[in-house]
């Protein structure tokens, strides 16, 4: 079974960090490309950065650009983003995605961006960044 959990959320200050863990299940994340997006309440799900180990690419949306690093242990199956100077607008929820790569040089910016390309999620950890 296919399955991504996430954690590490929490409640923290403004400009403090956190590390958030996906942990994957049933299958090898190096054959995947796996992306974090965030969701507030009244807002639209969106795409903060992708990692893809067969391209060895990782993207990041502007909001978190130099703030927000993604990474991946395959030994532990594992993908990271670490997040760094946390503002009170990075308060969301927090999910991992992953699908099925495929084919080598397909990853772009858009693959960061489109959740309708995932076909496997977590359920979410919350994170809360006070002011």
């Known amino acids: 079974e296919v399955q991504l959990v996430e954690s590490g959320g929490g409640l923290v200050q403004a400009g403090e960090s956190l590390r958030l863990s996906c942990a994957a299940s049933?299958?090898?994340?190096?054959?995947?490309?796996i992306a974090w997006f965030r969701q507030a309440p009244g807002k639209e799900r969106e795409g903060i950065s992708c990692?893809?180990?067969?391209?060895?690419?990782?993207f990041y949306a502007n909001s978190v650009q130099g703030r927000f690093t993604i990474s991946a242990d395959s030994a532990k199956n594992t993908v990271y983003l670490q997040m760094t100077s946390l503002k009170p607008e990075d308060s969301s929820v927090y999910y991992c995605a992953a699908f099925r790569q495929r084919i080598a040089g397909i990853i772009t910016r858009h693959t960061m961006e489109d959740a309708a390309l995932y076909n496997y999620w977590g359920q979410g950890t919350q994170v809360t960044v006070a002011s």
């Open positions: 049933g299958f090898s994340i190096d054959g995947y490309t």
């Open positions: 990692i893809s180990q067969i391209d060895r690419t990782t």
